[in-house]
């Protein structure tokens, strides 16, 4: 095969990746506006027939229940996409530190991490599985990351939102203690 032939290959396959890759992100954005679409029409519907708006009453941000794992953010950033260097994709970056508050060693645990602002609205949750052992009454230091996208309220919110008006909290799902045994929390 000719350096020609290898190089018209690789472009036909370079296309058809992202066109594949591109429907998928479509899809996304359309399930998403659609779903935020049900969402006010719900809303406004029940307003409209005196239901008032459908809110989940707010939780006191002083009174965690029982939470096994404390979140603390520790640090946050922004990485840029970089051609030259292959990275495509943009990501609000972060440094969170787990704390065991459980009275047992973990092996590994999973939930979700929402960030809110100063008066407790959520900005946006992510769920994140964690596989590092945390010993007894200790923390762990986690970076991580979440995919940015510039046409989304809630991902430009989450950029641009000082580290210091942000507070963040873990809601664990399930969690793997160092003993072999497991307990889901809700």
Known sequence: MTIRAKIIASCV?????????????????????????????QSGLSAALGGGPQTKPEEPATAPKDQPIVANLVKKGFSPKDIHNGKFDEEVT?????????????????????????LGNRIIA?????????????????????????FMDYHKRLRSEPKENLKIRFHAGKVLFADGTTKEYE
């Open 94 to 118: 972060m440094t969170v530190t787990f704390g065991n508050e459980t009275g047992k060693a973990i092996r590994a645990f999973d939930g979700v991490l929402e960030f809110t602002d100063l």
């Open 13 to 41: 396959v370079c296309l058809l990746l992202g066109y594949f890759a591109g429907r998928e992100h479509v899809k996304y954005q359309m399930r998403s506006a659609m779903q935020d679409a049900v969402k006010e029409f």
């Open 126 to 150: 992510s769920r994140v599985e964690i596989n590092e052992p945390i010993a007894q009454d200790a923390s762990l230091s986690w970076k991580g990351a979440l995919d940015y996208n510039q």
